[in-house]
């Protein structure tokens, strides 16, 4: 906390502009002794805060680039330390050049998710805010964005908080009956104190279960294209991303290893998944390995799209799509699409087509791109409907490990209640819920978390 840090903070390479940061207690003086502003008789060390200012960037006595130094005094900067931000030039070489002069005039680089690290230790921000950076910077879709912002904004964090504070309610309640154990004394009432490990129980389970929907939101939604080989499946993946990405032949067997792509639909990140062609006669090795790893795609995916040829399809295949339908259609984890491909290549309806309508097949020509909108609409439709963006929803498997635990704490209290414990057994029990529960927002952590945390960061943020 007490050295200055600098660090390139927008993208390497070449550029319009780049942003160097400079942040610790000497950045307003290191500063002032490589830049020179066109204003006369400014001085950089009584300037006020959040104040732009054009002049020359100087190393020696050379001239290196006319740049742009917006200015922030502690506390109100991201950092919560005096903050230098210097925009220059997009040359790689102007780039390298000043981070050397600022290492020359004392200050040292900054180590991954350092200026974050001193927003958090400056009290800007808490844990779970500072890992909402990272989340932001890099989402890639509406949904992780806006899930990103609600969190960077302390929206889970006063949720979080909120909780704690009725356990440390409770926590003090039971401090408060040892200090009088000598005279037996219960200042908590039982009834109401097991009343509210239930409410906060029911709670913390509902942020649990919100995990694996925070969690696809924020990686993308798997969707597993399966099927027979030479059904389209590829020309579908194609249709849906609108380019060529996987091969497209006659010949069976061409796909033999998952293809993935992603691509937004309605602000929603979707994961798109081809897979090889499932089929039992095949003698190729190669191709019975991508057999394999489409049975482990269909486990992973939260969508499976299975695709068959509505031109050619036997009432035998169309009693497999039905087992099928039956075996993964009323798995709750998972939703089971019928796609009827090459509809323009069909004379006439399929037998048991009616079955298949009320299965709500989406009959498609991935060819000639007709009704590929039918398909996106679904997904758009479908992914909404699974959401409850009003809820608070867990994105962070490190909040979802802490938020466990402290289920597994309160359910040991429950059961110490009810067995009748004494109330300095159930308090350890307490007090690990509520260092759980602390370790979201970092009331309690450690150098190892934040290392780990930080660590994860990009240079310059």
Same mark, same amino acid.
């Given at each position: 906390?007490?050295?200055? =840090?600098? @660090?390139? #903070?927008? /993208?390497?390479?070449?550029? &319009?502009?780049?942003?160097? $940061?400079?942040?610790?207690?000497?950045? +307003?003086?290191?500063?002032?002794?490589?830049?020179?502003?066109?204003?006369?008789?400014?001085?950089?060390?009584?300037?006020?805060?959040?104040?732009?200012?054009?002049?020359?960037?100087?190393?020696?006595?050379?001239?290196?680039?006319?740049?742009?130094?917006?200015?922030?005094?502690?506390?109100?900067?991201?950092?919560?330390?005096?903050?230098?931000?210097?925009?220059?030039?997009?040359?790689?070489?102007?780039?390298?050049?000043?981070?050397?002069?600022?290492?020359?005039?004392?200050?040292?680089?900054?180590?991954?998710?350092?200026?974050?690290?001193?927003?958090?230790?400056?009290?800007?921000?808490?844990?779970?805010?500072?890992?909402?950076v990272a989340d932001l =910077?890099? @989402?890639? #879709?509406? /949904?992780?964005?806006?899930? &990103?912002?609600?969190?960077? $904004?302390?929206?889970?964090?006063?949720? +979080?908080?909120?909780?704690?504070?009725?356990?440390?309610?409770?926590?003090?309640?039971?401090?408060?009956?040892?200090?009088?154990?000598?005279?037996?004394?219960?200042?908590?009432?039982?009834?109401?104190?097991?009343?509210?490990?239930?409410?906060?129980?029911?709670?913390?389970?509902?942020?649990?279960?919100?995990?694996?929907?925070?969690?696809?939101?924020?990686?993308?939604?798997?969707?597993?294209?399966?099927?027979?080989?030479?059904?389209?499946?590829?020309?579908?993946?194609?249709?849906?991303?609108?380019?060529?990405?996987?091969?497209?032949?006659?010949i069976p067997g061409t796909?033999?290893?998952?293809?993935?792509?992603?691509?937004?639909?309605?602000?929603?990140?979707?994961?798109?998944?081809?897979?090889?062609?499932?089929?039992?006669?095949?003698?190729?090795?190669?191709?019975?390995?991508?057999?394999?790893?489409?049975?482990?795609?269909?486990?992973?995916?939260?969508?499976?799209?299975?695709?068959?040829?509505?031109?050619?399809?036997?009432?035998?295949?169309?009693?497999?799509?039905?087992?099928?339908?039956?075996?993964?259609?009323?798995?709750?984890?998972?939703?089971?699409?019928?796609?009827?491909?090459?509809?323009?290549?069909?004379?006439?309806?399929?037998?048991?087509?009616?079955?298949?309508?009320?299965?709500?097949?989406?009959?498609?020509?991935?060819?000639?791109?007709?009704?590929?909108?039918?398909?996106?609409?679904?997904?758009?439709?479908?992914?909404?409907?699974?959401?409850?963006?009003?809820?608070?929803?867990?994105?962070?498997?490190?909040?979802?490990?802490?938020?466990?635990?402290?289920?597994?704490?309160?359910?040991?209290?429950?059961?110490?209640?009810?067995?009748?414990?004494?109330?300095?057994?159930?308090?350890?029990?307490?007090?690990?819920?509520?260092?759980?529960?602390?370790?979201?927002?970092?009331?309690?952590?450690?150098?190892?978390?934040?290392d780990h945390i930080f660590?994860?960061?990009?240079?310059?943020?």
């Open positions: 906390m007490t050295d200055t =840090i600098c @660090a390139l #903070s927008t /993208a390497r390479g070449s550029g &319009a502009i780049a942003v160097i $940061r400079l942040s610790g207690n000497e950045a +307003i003086a290191i500063a002032g002794r490589v830049f020179r502003p066109h204003r006369e008789n400014l001085n950089l060390s009584e300037a006020r805060s959040h104040t732009a200012y054009l002049g020359l960037f100087e190393t020696g006595t050379e001239t290196l680039d006319e740049v742009l130094l917006t200015l922030f005094r502690a506390p109100h900067s991201y950092t919560g330390n005096d903050l230098i931000e210097i925009s220059c030039h997009g040359s790689q070489y102007i780039q390298q050049r000043i981070l050397e002069t600022l290492l020359q005039a004392g200050a040292r680089m900054a180590k991954p998710g350092e200026f974050t690290l001193q927003a958090f230790l400056n009290q800007k921000m808490d844990l779970s805010q500072a890992e909402a =910077i890099a @989402a890639h #879709s509406k /949904a992780s964005h806006n899930l &990103a912002m609600k969190q960077m $904004r302390g929206g889970f964090s006063k949720y +979080i908080q909120q909780l704690r504070t009725q356990l440390i309610e409770l926590t003090s309640l039971l401090e408060l009956e040892l200090d009088f154990s000598e005279e037996d004394v219960e200042f908590a009432d039982r009834m109401r104190l097991n009343s509210l490990i239930a409410n906060l129980k029911t709670e913390l389970t509902k942020l649990a279960n919100s995990f694996q929907l925070g969690n696809v939101l924020r990686k993308g939604i798997p969707v597993a294209i399966v099927g027979k080989p030479n059904v389209g499946k590829s020309t579908l993946l194609n249709a849906i991303l609108k380019e060529e990405r996987a091969i497209v032949s006659d796909t033999r290893d998952t293809i993935e792509d992603s691509i937004s639909i309605d602000g929603i990140l979707f994961r798109f998944i081809d897979t090889a062609g499932l089929r039992s006669d095949t003698t190729d090795t190669i191709e019975t390995i991508g057999i394999q790893r489409t049975h482990e795609k269909i486990r992973e995916a939260q969508i499976v799209f299975y695709v068959f040829d509505s031109s050619s399809i036997s009432p035998e295949e169309i009693e497999e799509l039905l087992a099928l339908y039956d075996r993964y259609g009323e798995n709750g984890d998972k939703r089971f699409v019928l796609i009827g491909n090459k509809v323009d290549q069909m004379v006439e309806p399929p037998q048991h087509i009616k079955e298949l309508i009320e299965l709500e097949t989406i009959f498609i020509s991935a060819k000639r791109n007709e009704n590929i909108n039918l398909i996106t609409e679904y997904l758009s439709k479908t992914a909404v409907a699974d959401a409850n963006f009003e809820q608070e929803i867990v994105t962070n498997a490190r909040h979802y490990e802490a938020i466990t635990q402290t289920l597994e704490a309160l359910q040991n209290v429950e059961n110490g209640f009810a067995a009748g414990l004494p109330s300095d057994i159930i308090l350890i029990d307490l007090r690990q819920a509520l260092y759980h529960l602390g370790s979201i927002t970092g009331q309690i952590s450690n150098d190892e978390i934040l660590g994860n960061f990009c240079i310059g943020k």
